[in-house]
Nanobody, 126 residues
Framework: QVQLVESGGGLVQAGGSLRLSCAAS????????LGWFRQAPGKEREFVGH????????YYADSVKGRFTISRDNAKNTVYLQMNSLKPEDTAVYFC???????????????????WGQGTQVTVSS
């Protein structure tokens, strides 16, 4: 069983930055593929980005490419989502997700992940 706990959400003005963290436990961290998703009110959960088990490859949704960066620290069992140049349309609950099978493929579907955090709210004011 994998437990994921997100933190770092909050209220920020448009153009600002936030860094989300997701701490994982329950399994060797380096064997987890990790993704970030978000869900705005009334909308489906959408893919933000993914980082492979080794951390060597990242993938991003077009809507965040060039503004968001995913990284992982395998020594701290933590994955990060650095969000810059935030826009009001980035407002959502952000979720960390994990899968226990490593792959080099992009994993943009919620069904690709077996474990989810509780989410952290990000609100971007205009």
């Amino acid at each position: 069983q994998v437990q994921l706990v997100e933190s770092g959400g909050g209220l920020v003005q448009a153009g600002g930055s936030l860094r989300l963290s997701c701490a994982a436990s329950g399994r060797t961290f380096s064997t987890l593929g990790l993704g970030w998703f978000r869900q705005a009110p009334g909308k489906e959960r959408e893919f933000v980005g993914h980082i492979t088990c080794s951390g060597g490859t990242t993938y991003y949704a077009d809507s965040v490419k060039g503004r968001f960066t995913i990284s992982r620290d395998n020594a701290k069992n933590t994955v990060y989502l650095q969000m810059n140049s935030l826009k009001p349309e980035d407002t959502a609950v952000y979720f960390c997700a994990a899968r226990v099978v490593c792959t080099a493929r992009v994993l943009p579907s919620t069904g690709d992940y077996g474990y989810w955090g509780q989410g952290t709210q990000v609100t971007v004011s205009s």
